[in-house]
């Protein structure tokens, strides 16, 4: 039996163990027989840790295989520094509050998000083509032009400092609130149906993982498959960004997590990461919320477990010669 199915045997039942646990963990206490308010809260921010898990680790798989580079992940692109530095100023300027914040800070993240994926394009547009390298390399710019921009806002933000310090560490109970909870179910669109087209997308993939001059000899329009893969992945980081601030690691990390179980084919190994991304945030945000007397942004558990996941990656890769 191939290693990828007999994965899915494991995975169906530790799925749902994973929902499990993060229902029944919390400050408020553990079990699933929990206050009907507190699970009110616990439901949805579950469902938020699988589709945000979900929506970046494909993204980062499809980015790789795009990119033909395996360090290639959603934040490379410079769309989360966009997407941060949009909802950072929705703080700063007051935007978050009521129900015109529950759109506003959403909609300005989106919208910085899709601008930083824009100038990412312009940048790195050769004539037709998307060389790989300019478009990571244009990523890094804009990637760190945010950053900066970032840092100005945090220099002149005033009691919004927290909330915004929230924002970059990552948090999936960021924003929950009565009004806000109808924007979970957008961006829970967004991010399904570009996973579901990048998870269509893993053969022609596995086409372009043969070559650019090849794939396009087999018919493959190289190019736009690209656009097409970094729009999706745009979209989806910007909708995670809105909702949960920045989360590394998650999409460098799971794809070659998948890789390791599935091999290089995409069709494989696109749906075997959206599983392995919805478990691995769910628990680290269980974790988030229960091994401290206070909780912790899960973007910092996520960053705990992938640095020495990656070291094992790197020293592993180094033993066999690569």
């Known amino acids: 039996m191939r290693r990828d199915i007999k994965a899915w045997y494991y995975l169906a039942p530790l799925s749902l163990l994973t929902i499990l646990l993060g229902l029944a963990s919390g400050p408020a206490g553990f079990g699933l027989l929990a206050d009907p308010q507190v699970m009110a809260i616990r439901l949805p921010r579950v469902l938020l840790g699988l589709l945000a898990g979900a929506g970046l680790a494909s993204s980062g798989a499809a980015l790789q295989a795009a990119l033909g580079n395996p360090l290639a992940e959603p934040y490379l692109l410079g769309v989360s520094g966009g997407a941060a530095f949009g909802a950072a100023l929705a703080l700063l300027l007051g935007l978050s509050a009521g129900l015109g914040g529950a759109v506003g800070l959403p909609l300005f993240s989106l919208a910085f998000g899709l601008l930083a994926l824009y100038v990412v394009y312009s940048l790195s547009k050769v004539g037709s083509r998307l060389p790989a390298e300019t478009v990571i390399l244009s990523g890094i710019i804009v990637n760190a032009f945010f950053s900066a921009l970032i840092m100005l806002l945090l220099a ?64 493959l329009k190289v190019e736009k498959l690209k656009l097409r893969i970094l729009l999706a992945s745009a979209l989806m980081v910007a909708a995670v960004v809105s909702l949960a601030g920045v989360i590394g690691f998650v999409g460098l990390v799971v794809p070659h997590l998948a890789r390791m179980i599935s091999g290089p084919k995409n069709s494989r190994l696109l749906p075997l990461s959206v599983v392995l991304g919805a478990n691995l945030l769910v628990l680290a945000d269980a974790l988030a919320r229960t091994i401290a007397p206070q909780e912790i942004p899960v973007g910092v558990i996520t960053s705990l477990l992938g640095v020495p996941f990656f070291i094992y990656l790197l020293r592993r890769k180094k033993r066999a010669g690569l």
């Open 156 to 219: 002149l933000a005033g009691r919004q400092l927290q909330e915004m310090i929230y924002l970059l560490m990552g948090n999936l109970g960021m924003i929950f609130g009565a009004q806000s909870l109808y924007l979970l179910w957008v961006c829970a669109a967004i991010i399904i149906l570009c996973t579901g087209y990048l998870w269509s997308q893993g053969r022609n993939l596995d086409l372009l993982s043969l070559g650019e001059q090849p794939a396009q000899s087999l018919g």
